[in-house]
């Protein structure tokens, strides 16, 4: 069993930048791909950046420049860096392992809220 917990977001100004953390625990060995994903109220979760055991890195296209999913060197742990952040940006931010089937992914967790506004 692995967990994998959210932390980092917080009130932004836009243009500003933040880091979110998400740390994993229990069967790390099981973990293959580790993504970051974001979902406003009533709107549809999306995929936003992941990270494989590789180190390959891929980026959804409504962030790709201003996004970047990285590993720590030490602890389990999985940063997403964002820069640049807009208004839109606004969301609940999960972690979470990225099956090889979408309706296989694991449970959610609470997510970390991020609000970008002056």
């Known amino acids: 069993q692995v967990s994998l917990v959210e932390s980092g977001g917080g009130l932004v100004q836009p243009g500003g930048s933040l880091r979110h953390s998400c740390v994993a625990s229990g069967n790390i060995g099981s973990l293959y791909v580790v993504g970051w994903y974001r979902q406003a109220p009533e709107k549809r979760r999306e995929l936003v950046g992941s990270?494989?055991?590789?180190?390959?890195?891929r980026y959804s296209g409504s962030v790709t420049g201003r996004l970047t999913v990285a590993a720590a060197e030490t602890k389990n742990e999985i940063c997403l860096q964002m820069s640049n952040l807009k208004p839109e940006d606004t969301e609940f931010y999960y972690c979470?392992?990225?099956?090889?089937?979408?309706?296989?992914?694991?449970?959610w967790g609470q997510g970390t809220q991020l609000t970008v506004s002056s």
């Open positions: 990270l494989s055991s590789s180190n390959t890195t």
């Open positions: 979470n392992g990225v099956p090889l089937r979408p309706e296989r992914v694991g449970s």
